[in-house]
C-alpha cells in the first residue's frame, strides 16, 4: 500500500469513527396562522418555523419567518420574509456561535434581547458571540452584533429600528457563583452609530455595571447598577445615565413575600420606538413609562397557604418619573384560590389601576376590575367560567376630539374540554358605550374557539367571531391592538 492510500484509509477510519459517535437529531416547531377580516375581506398568512440540528459539538439553526397580508400593500402594512441561520461550535466548556441569537446580560439593564411568541415581540441579534464555562460557576460571554425588534402591532409586524439596522454592539459579560451563599457579575456594552445620526468622532454609548447576589437560609437578595455614557446627539459632550435595581426574596412554609425597588435615569438606549436594553418593570400587568429613560418605582409581592386548600395573593407596584410627577403607574391586586377536593377550584380576584400620561392624549385611566373564575373536573370532562366586569374612568386632554370617558367593560367566557384532545370554548366582550377612538365605535364582540390536539405533536386552534383588541403590555413593552372580526386558524407542529 502506497503512503497515499494509507493516508487516506486512515482519514476514512478517523471520519467513520467520528460519524459512528455523534448522532444527527433534528428537532423544531412551527406555527402557521391564517387570518381573514370580515369587514374588508382582507387576510393575512403568517408561518414561523425554528429548526435546531445538532450533530456531536457541532449545532445549527435555520429560522424561517413569513408575513404575507393580501393586497393592496401599504408603506405600513407591507409582506415581511427573513431566513436566518446558526452555526455553533460547542464543547463542554465552550462555544463558538454565529448567525441569530438571543442575549439578555443580568436583569436586561444593559442588554436584553428575547423571544415572545404570545406577544409576538422578536428582539433578536446577528453576529458572533463565544462563551467559555470555566471552574467556580463562571460564564464569561463576548458578542459583536446588530439588532433587529420585529413587532406586531395594529394588525401588521413592524422592524421597530428599521432606520437604525446599521448600529453594532459590542459587548462582554462575566457571571461567576463561586459560593453556595452568593455571586458577582459584571458586564459592558458597548453601541456603535451610523454617522449621521452622531456626527462628533467619540459617537458611541457605553453601558456597564455589574451585580452581586447573596442567599441566607429562606432569603434571596439581588442587586444590579448600570451607568450609560454617551455623546449628545449633533453638539457633542458627554451625556450620562444611571439606574439600579434591587430585590429581595423570603420563602417560608407557606407563605412567600417578593419585594423590588429601581430607579432608572436615562439608561434606556436609543430614546424612542427600541431600546438594545429593557430593565424590569415593578406593574405586574407589564405596563412600563419609557423603559429605562426616566422611571423609579417599587413592587411587593406577598402569598400565603394557610390551608390547604387555601391559597391568597397581594400584590402591589408603583412607577413615576423622576422629572413629572404628573406621570406614572399604580397598580394594586388581591387574588384568593380555594379547592375543593380534586374537582372543584375557585379563584376570585380584584385588580385596581390608575395610569398617568401613559397613553396618547390620556391624561389619566383608571380601571376597577373583579373577576371571578370556576373550575371543575370530573373524569374526561373540564368545564370552566370565567367572567370579569371593568369600572374604566378616562380624562383625556383638551382636545374636543378627545373626550373624557367613563364606562364599563364586562367579559364571559364558557369552557368545555374532553381530555387532552378537544377544548371548546364560548366568549362575549362588551362595552356599554361606542367609543370611536378606543374601539373603532364597535361594542360587542361574541367568539367561538376550537383546539384540537390532533396528535400529540401537532395542534389546531380555529378562533370565529371578534376580539376587543386595545392597550396591552408585557414585560414593559406597550402596544395598542385594533379590534379583530372574522376568523382565525392556527396550527402548532413540534417535530
Known sequence: MTKRAARFACLLVCVGSFAAGANLTIQGVNRAEFWAYRDSWATHAEDKMDLNLKYGDFNGGVGLFM???????????????????????????????????????????????????????????H????????????????????????FFQEGTYKLMNATDTTDQVLGADLSSRPFEWGGLGARYVRVNRDSTKDITPRAFTELYGGNVSATAGPVDLYGEICQRLGTKPGIGGRDKGLGYYLSGTAAFTGYSIVGEYMDYDRIGFPSGVYHWNDPPTPIKSGVAL?????????????????????YVE???????????????????EGKSRYALGDAWNFEAKFNHMVQQNVELHVLSRGTDMPTVHVNYLTGNHTVAFEGEYNFVTEKRDDSPEYPDQKYHESALTLTYGYGDALLFT?????????????????????????VWNITERNVLRVRVGGEKGGYTCSGGVCRFESPFTGAKLQLISRF
Open 127 to 150: 453576529g458572533l458571540r463565544g462563551t467559555a464555562h470555566l471552574p467556580l460557576s463562571t460564564d464569561v460571554v463576548l458578542l459583536g452584533a446588530r439588532l433587529r425588534e420585529l
Open 426 to 450: 364560548v366568549g362575549w366582550q362588551h362595552v356599554d358605550q361606542k367609543l370611536d377612538i378606543r374601539y373603532a365605535g364597535q361594542q360587542s364582540w361574541p367568539m367561538f374557539e376550537t
Open 290 to 310: 419609557n423603559r429605562g429613560e426616566d422611571e423609579k418605582g417599587f413592587g411587593i409581592i406577598a402569598t400565603a397557604t394557610p390551608v390547604g386548600p387555601l
Open 67 to 125: 408575513f404575507e397580508p393580501s393586497q393592496p400593500w401599504t408603506a405600513v402594512k407591507k409582506p415581511v420574509r427573513f431566513l436566518d441561520y446558526t452555526v455553533a461550535y460547542s464543547p463542554k466548556q465552550l462555544e463558538i456561535l454565529y448567525g441569530k441569537f438571543f442575549q439578555t446580560f443580568g436583569k436586561g439593564l444593559t442588554l436584553r434581547a428575547y423571544s415572545d411568541d404570545d406577544f409576538r415581540h422578536y428582539k433578536s441579534l
Open 314 to 332: 397581594a400584590d402591589y407596584g408603583r412607577l413615576y418619573k423622576h422629572r413629572d410627577p404628573n406621570s406614572g403607574v399604580v397598580e394594586w
